[in-house]
């Protein structure tokens, strides 16, 4: 089972059918609160068949120890895009030694956004610490994965084209069944 995670804005009839043709089986709609006026379920959708499975997803920011201990969500995600300078001898990823144990301790998934990377004009600065955050993760056992997080359809990739980024920036082991 291959998946993907988007942020929809009222089309995800779009995304189900660009969904199918780049060969993905589940689709998790991430919104920051549930469309009043739409009758689908906030859930993971899989061959048109609505399983509601509620993830908890946070963004990364400049409260992050708080959100690992505290917060405890299901997917942490874009903490490679801190807006801080990186240091001469280690990169501000947004993860660190510290927060790769918590995030193992508390079941956390590290996500990257390729979509956000895809549009970064600073896409070698935000590829070196994907590759820093990717060994933490490794190191410590956290469970880590690429998704489009596309706010439109023309921006999905296929789960396999992800997976090969990763296994390009050193990546040892990428699961495509994560959410299963």
């Not at 988007?6 to 089309?11: C, E, L, Q």
């Not at 549930?34 to 997803?57: C, M, N, Q, Y």
């Not at 390729?114 to 590829?127: A, R």
């Amino acid at each position: 089972m291959t998946f993907d995670i988007v942020i929809p804005d009222g089309n995800e009839k779009e995304f189900e059918k660009n969904a199918k043709k780049l060969g993905i089986d589940t689709l998790i709609f991430l919104y920051d609160k549930a469309p009043k006026d739409s009758k689908r379920k906030v859930g993971i959708i899989t061959d048109k068949k609505i399983k509601t499975k509620h993830l908890v997803f946070s963004r990364g920011n400049e409260r992050d120890r708080w959100i690992f201990e505290k917060q405890k969500p299901n997917v942490v995600f874009d903490l490679e895009f801190e807006s801080k300078k990186d240091k001469t001898h280690f990169r501000n990823s947004g993860l660190d030694q510290v927060l790769g144990k918590l995030a193992f301790k508390n079941d956390i998934m590290i996500g990257f956004n390729f979509s956000k990377l895809l549009k970064s004009s600073k896409k070698g600065i935000i590829l070196g610490r994907i590759m820093q955050n990717i060994k933490i993760c490794e190191k410590y056992k956290t469970k880590y994965f690429m998704a489009s997080f596309a706010k439109d359809p023309s921006e999905m990739r296929s789960p396999f084209d992800l997976k090969c980024l990763l296994l390009c920036l050193k990546a040892r082991k990428v699961d495509l069944e994560l959410f299963s």
